[in-house]
């Protein structure tokens, strides 16, 4: 119906491998650039861990009001959304890192938000699942940067 397709290599006694093809889809394309659009450009190299820069400054009375809303996000909506992948969690969880990055001024989560962006758009699934699983590993950094 979309025009992708769906292909099938099966061999006795070593498995099945299924490869989806989706064709480009508008819709996925123009509904994601807009999280893109809010994200500014930063120069690090995608798929590259990104640094807070040591000339940011960041208020610690911020900083903790920061990690909190991270630890609520990672305690309640993170556990599902690393199991199920769902694209609109997965753009819930862009804005609010992007609004998150530019309130605190933390380069890191606007560079985060667009590397999950860039996979989103990709539909990289195994990237894309790779940066929600290193959600924690991102609050950690902040947090060591607090103590």
Request: proline letters at 5%.
């Amino acid at each position: 119906m979309l025009g992708g397709t769906i292909e099938l290599d099966s061999q006795l006694c070593k498995g099945t491998i299924f490869t989806i093809k989706f064709p480009n889809i508008n819709i996925i394309q123009s509904s994601s650039r807009q999280f893109i659009n809010l994200i500014p450009e930063t120069k690090s190299n995608p798929r590259k861990k990104p640094e807070i820069s040591p000339s940011a400054t960041v208020n610690l009375e911020n900083l903790s009001e920061l990690l909190e809303k991270l630890y609520n996000y990672q305690e309640k909506s993170w556990p599902k959304l690393k199991q199920t992948l769902s694209t609109k969690e997965i753009k819930k969880l862009i804005a609010s890192l992007v609004n998150w990055g530019q309130n605190y001024q933390i380069p890191e989560l606007l560079n985060y938000a667009k590397e999950i962006n860039q996979a989103l758009e990709e539909l990289d699934l195994e990237t894309l699942s790779k940066l929600i699983h290193e959600f924690p590993e991102l609050r950690n950094r902040l947090l060591n940067k607090l103590h």
